[in-house]
């Protein structure tokens, strides 16, 4: 392992788990949860959100020494709706209508509190190449919880993953609707997106004894 | 009348926590306790009240497709609504400086009680959000811009002001310890964003039936018109 050492591995693999932006640092969900009732929506947003903050840590961390801290709040602003202005027209001309479904939420990145976070916690403090790496690290966690949500809720909601019908057709009844299973409509709603990252937390916590609070 | 309907809609029905989940961040980090709550839910409602109407006016007098026109009919194809991410973040950022220095001066006692917040709200999905929501749902003048900034931030006051007393009282209960905290946190903010879904045909109710009676009546008129001159026609 030339290029990474040992230290740099832990910045990528600690926030997949036991310091999970989402379910440990609570940082970013208000995105994570509006978008997850399709699972090809929570991966292009955990692409857009892995871009913007691997590239933006090292922008902020690059320029840590020359801004004033009063005004970092600003800045920060800037470089990331600057990153933010390049995926929403790069989605805009490939994607069209996968970016009408992500709708303002492609904007709310800017604001994602796992950005500005991780800014202040890390890339002001930090070189270029760790800064990068948390940035990769703590996007790949927030995409896992993303990921996950988005796949019980399209599995259970509309019975496909991805757009493909995987347990058959429900208006034919072949598949496991042959045997009364029925889509979970409700899945596709938001109360259920709260829900069910509750209960990843409920799973998480439940297995690591030292994240639960008192 | 649209005043109204506005008003109900975005702070019921169209609720910033409950049907879009902004602002989930400082809604979870901040409702510990209910004073907290109401000071941070307090300045949502007061910067959202300032930087709607001004990303209005800067949407529609700038950035939308024409908007440029004002300035002469060259001017009058230019489209910059690319760049309104950056403008809005950047007025947000400002505006909640310039609030802060100037509540800072002129009333110390309202400083003391909002201004730790303020930074935390350049931030706040919830501002930004409700200035993408205004420019995706076209809202036609500024008083409605106005109305929409206000009632959203007294929609996020409420939701905040619930899960805070909420979770004052939960302390006391039996939670499974890998639940506490934030986990129940979750599932009692999921339960309420179900209890605010009955909202949902508060204002729609009534008028659906109506609107496409008429239409088939104006649209059999119609017809006994183009029957009455088909025969005439024939005749």
């Keep these: 392992m030339g290029l990474l050492s040992k230290r740099d591995t832990k910045l990528i693999t600690d926030p997949l788990a036991d310091n999970n932006p989402i379910t440990i640092q609570v940082l970013g969900i208000c995105s994570a949860l509006a978008i997850t ?19 933006g840590n090292v922008v902020i961390s690059l320029m840590r020494n020359i801004i004033p801290s009063k005004i970092r709040i600003i800045v920060q602003l800037i470089v990331v709706a600057t990153l933010v202005i390049i995926v929403d027209l790069v989605l805009k001309a490939f994607a069209y209508q996968l970016s009408k479904t992500l709708s303002v939420f492609v904007g709310l990145i800017i604001t994602n509190c796992i950005i500005m976070g991780r800014f202040e916690a890390f890339a002001l403090a930090n070189g270029p190449w760790k800064s990068f790496l948390d940035g990769i690290g703590n996007s790949l966690g927030y995409a896992v919880i993303l990921i996950i949500v988005g796949f019980f809720r399209e599995l259970l909601g509309s019975g496909s993953l991805l ?21 979970n409509g409700f899945m596709l709603l938001a109360p259920m997106a709260l829900i069910t990252v509750g209960l990843i937390i409920w799973v998480q916590r439940n297995k690591s004894k030292a994240l639960i609070e008192d | 009348m649209e005043h109204i309907e506005l008003f109900f809609k975005s702070i019921f029905i ?19 306790k209910v004073t907290t709550a109401v000071g941070l839910g307090a300045a949502v409602i007061f910067v959202m009240a300032i930087t709607v ?69 350049a931030v706040n999905c919830a501002i930004l959000g409700g ?19 206000v009632s959203s931030g007294i929609g996020w006051f409420l939701a905040i002001l619930a899960i805070a007393s909420i979770r004052e009282k939960i302390r006391y209960s039996n939670v499974p310890p890998a639940l506490r905290g934030l986990g129940i946190t979750f599932i009692v903010t ?39 001159n088909n025969t005439k026609v024939i005749e």
């Design chain 2, 190 to 228: 999921g339960l309420m964003a179900i209890g605010f879904m009955s909202f949902g045909g508060m204002l729609t109710g009534g008028d659906e039936e109506e609107v496409p009676a008429e239409t088939t009546v104006v649209i059999s008129v119609e017809q006994q018109n183009d029957i009455a």
């Design chain 2, 53 to 121: 109407p001004l990303n209005w006016l800067l949407d529609t007098y700038l950035l939308k497709d024409g908007a440029l026109a004002w300035l002469g009919p060259e001017y009058a194809e230019y489209d910059l609504s690319f760049l309104s991410f950056i403008m809005f973040i950047a007025t947000i950022a400002t505006m909640v400086q310039l609030v802060e220095i100037i509540v800072e001066k002129f009333s110390p006692s309202l400083y003391n009680s909002l201004g730790i917040f303020l930074p935390l709200i």
């Design chain 1, 37 to 55: 009732a399709e699972l090809e929506a929570s991966i292009v947003m955990s692409i857009a959100v892995l871009f913007v903050l691997g590239l």
């Design chain 2, 14 to 32: 169209d609720n910033m926590v409950f049907a879009t989940f902004l602002g989930m961040c400082s809604y979870l980090a901040v409702s510990k």
């Design chain 2, 131 to 149: 200035s993408l929501f205004m420019q995706s749902r076209e809202i036609q003048s500024l008083g409605l811009a106005f109305n929409y900034g």
């Design chain 1, 163 to 183: 757009g493909f019908p995987v347990l058959g057709d429900a208006i034919e009844k072949t598949g496991v609707y042959a045997y009364g299973y029925e889509n």
